[in-house]
């Protein structure tokens, strides 16, 4: 339906973490008798960097674009708020009059903190304009009807690091030649590097809690 409809756009969302240590499975061709191994970097009791770094994304299938966003900590609900906030904001920008939003059934989605905040994002968009958020919910445990699940997995091969344990900063996932900078043949993608203030939920009617972001 949003497919045929002027002004409409359909979204993916999930959200994914990158781990620092954990490495993807990957294929390649070895030589025989000496076959290529990618070990788990170890991790160091003395690193105060976090284990891993917690990552919102959009997928436009229409569009054949991905949004994605780090965050600083983890997928809670003042969070997700704030992504759905700024993603509104994105197609807004570009004419959009409602995004229809497909994602699962997390906690983080369904919490009484985050369906009250987009009730009063809508009532805010039918009086003072904007894009409206239109939420569809996936049937519970079933990741395979999310389309950006895959796009995940490709994600995480292209940024794996066999020889070197990566920070946890934004800046070394997005200087060139590395991390972030290797997903950009996969599928046009709009990166987003910030740290989230979830101390309270974006209002409805004021603005966002988002930070200061640098966008590739």
């Given at each position: 339906m949003a497919q045929s409809q002027a002004g409409w756009a359909l979204g993916f969302?999930?959200?994914?973490?990158?781990?620092?240590?954990?490495?993807?499975?990957?294929?390649?061709?070895a030589a025989p008798g000496e076959p290529l191994r990618l070990a788990m970097h170890a991790a160091d009791p003395a690193d105060p960097e976090t284990?891993?770094?917690?990552?919102?994304?959009?997928?436009?299938p229409e569009r054949e674009r991905m949004l994605l966003r780090f965050v600083a900590g983890r997928p809670v609900s003042p969070v997700t708020c704030a992504f759905l906030a700024w993603a509104a904001q994105q197609m807004t920008a570009e004419g959009m009059r409602v995004l229809v939003v497909i994602w699962d059934n997390a906690a983080w989605h369904v919490s009484h903190e985050v369906r009250g905040w987009i009730r009063e994002h809508?009532?805010?968009?039918?009086?003072?304009?904007g894009c409206r958020l239109l939420i569809c919910r996936l049937p519970?445990?079933?990741?395979w009807l999310n389309?950006?699940?895959?796009?995940?997995a490709h994600g995480k091969r292209a940024?794996?690091?066999?020889?070197?344990?990566?920070?946890?900063?934004?800046?070394?996932?997005?200087?060139?030649?590395r991390g972030l900078d290797r997903c950009r043949h996969l599928v046009?993608?709009?990166?987003?590097?910030?740290?989230?203030d979830v101390g309270a939920s974006p209002r409805a009617d004021g603005p966002s809690p988002l930070g200061v972001h640098a966008q590739a």
């Amino acid at each position: 339906m949003a497919q045929s409809q002027a002004g409409w756009a359909l979204g993916f969302e999930d959200e994914v973490w990158f781990s620092r240590f954990a490495q993807p499975a990957l294929h390649s061709w070895a030589a025989p008798g000496e076959p290529l191994r990618l070990a788990m970097h170890a991790a160091d009791p003395a690193d105060p960097e976090t284990k891993a770094l917690a990552c919102y994304g959009l997928w436009l299938p229409e569009r054949e674009r991905m949004l994605l966003r780090f965050v600083a900590g983890r997928p809670v609900s003042p969070v997700t708020c704030a992504f759905l906030a700024w993603a509104a904001q994105q197609m807004t920008a570009e004419g959009m009059r409602v995004l229809v939003v497909i994602w699962d059934n997390a906690a983080w989605h369904v919490s009484h903190e985050v369906r009250g905040w987009i009730r009063e994002h809508n009532r805010r968009v039918k009086r003072d304009g904007g894009c409206r958020l239109l939420i569809c919910r996936l049937p519970s445990k079933s990741p395979w009807l999310n389309p950006i699940e895959p796009r995940w997995a490709h994600g995480k091969r292209a940024v794996a690091e066999p020889e070197r344990r990566p920070s946890a900063t934004i800046e070394d996932l997005d200087c060139p030649g590395r991390g972030l900078d290797r997903c950009r043949h996969l599928v046009p993608v709009e990166i987003h590097a910030v740290a989230l203030d979830v101390g309270a939920s974006p209002r409805a009617d004021g603005p966002s809690p988002l930070g200061v972001h640098a966008q590739a």
